[in-house]
Each structure stands twice: as structure tokens, then as C-alpha cells.
């Protein structure tokens, strides 16, 4: 039997060993290889990546629960306003009644001194609802004219030099709802004239 020499080849992989064997310039060439500057600039920029993507992420969830609460919140005044309109109308209806009273009964007693008194009483009474609302009549009679609160329909020549620039009648009542304008009052205004 003949032993045949078994040959052992080596092949050493360290890059300065042998620049033909591993590729140009010593370099594997199915190994990226980069410097560790590099490699932690690229670790950082997948790091801030993730990082932004987590942040646009916990922006578009912050912006849903906003719109989700500015929907509760238009739902909330919603239902507040027509809790308002039915408070409203509750105190309302009884005076409509107290209309329809007075017309029946004017129809038939045919006193019209009886009239006068049933409107003036459903006109206190709605004074009365209009005043546990809050709203109040603009008081300007007798005082300077104020176009914040009034409209002047007419200018009347006065012969007191006291009613010069003061509001001498009233034409429509204006209204005023805790403070805020609702209606302003239809008046004269009173201009001295010798």
C-alpha cells in the first residue's frame, strides 16, 4: 500500500496577509466593513430614526384624543344649549296659555277694559321669566343718549335745555342678557332749540 501525502492547505484571512486572496485592497468582499466612527454615526442615526418615528406616532395619537375631546366638548355645550332652550320654553308655555285665556275671554265678554288688564298680567309675567333669566330692560330714559345701548329713531326739538342730548321717550324697550347687549332700545333723543 502506498500512503499518498495528504496535503493540508492553510489559508490565513487576516486582510494584510494576502491582498490578492481576500480581494482589493484587503478587504472580504462580502463583508461591509467601516470604521468605528462610522459605525457609531449609523447606530445613532437608526437610533433617532426610531426615535422620530416614535414621537410621530405619539403625535398622531395626541391629536386623535384631541379631536375625540373637542367632539365631547361640542357635544357637551350642544346638549347644554337645548337644555337652556327647554328650560326656556318650560317657563314660556304657561304664559302662552295665559294668551289664549285672555283671548277667549275677550271673545266673550266683550270688555276690553278686561283685556287690558289680562295682557298687562302676561306682560308681568313674562317680565318675571325674562328677569330669573338674567335678562333685564335697558334703563335709558331720562339719561344721556348711549349708542352702546340704544338706537335713536328720532330727534325732537325740546325747549328745556336739560333734555338736550337725553333720551326723552322710549319707542321699543332694548334688553340687556347678564350684561350683554340682546336688543338695544328704539328712542328719541331730546336737541335744545331756543
Given at each position: 500500500m502506498s500512503k499518498k501525502k495528504q496535503e493540508l492547505k492553510i489559508k490565513d484571512k487576516r486582510?494584510?496577509?494576502?491582498?490578492?486572496?481576500?480581494?482589493?485592497?484587503?478587504k472580504d468582499p462580502d463583508v461591509e466593513r467601516l470604521p468605528t466612527y462610522v459605525e457609531n454615526l449609523k447606530q445613532q442615526v437608526e437610533a433617532g430614526e426610531g426615535k422620530?418615528?416614535?414621537?410621530?406616532?405619539?403625535?398622531?395619537?395626541?391629536?386623535?384624543?384631541n379631536d375625540e375631546f373637542r367632539e365631547r366638548l361640542r357635544k357637551d355645550v350642544d346638549s347644554?344649549?337645548?337644555?337652556?332652550?327647554?328650560?326656556?320654553?318650560?317657563?314660556?308655555?304657561?304664559?302662552?296659555?295665559h294668551l289664549e285665556m285672555a283671548k277667549d275671554s275677550a271673545r266673550k265678554s266683550k270688555d276690553v277694559d278686561k283685556l287690558i288688564e289680562g295682557v298687562d298680567m302676561i306682560q308681568l309675567e313674562i317680565m318675571r321669566i325674562f328677569d330669573g333669566l338674567g335678562m333685564k330692560e335697558v334703563d335709558c330714559l331720562g339719561k344721556e343718549f348711549d349708542p352702546a345701548v340704544a338706537e335713536a329713531?328720532?330727534?325732537a326739538d325740546t325747549n328745556d335745555n336739560e333734555k338736550d342730548g337725553k333720551v326723552i321717550e322710549i319707542v321699543h324697550p332694548g334688553y340687556l342678557l347678564n350684561e350683554k347687549l340682546v336688543r338695544p332700545a328704539k328712542v328719541v333723543v331730546g336737541r335744545f332749540k331756543e
Open positions: 486582510h494584510w496577509v494576502d491582498k490578492e486572496e481576500s480581494g482589493e485592497n484587503g422620530l418615528k416614535e414621537y410621530i406616532a405619539a403625535y398622531k395619537k395626541k391629536m386623535a384624543e347644554r344649549v337645548e337644555g337652556r332652550i327647554a328650560e326656556f320654553a318650560r317657563a314660556i308655555l304657561p304664559t302662552l296659555d329713531v328720532h330727534v
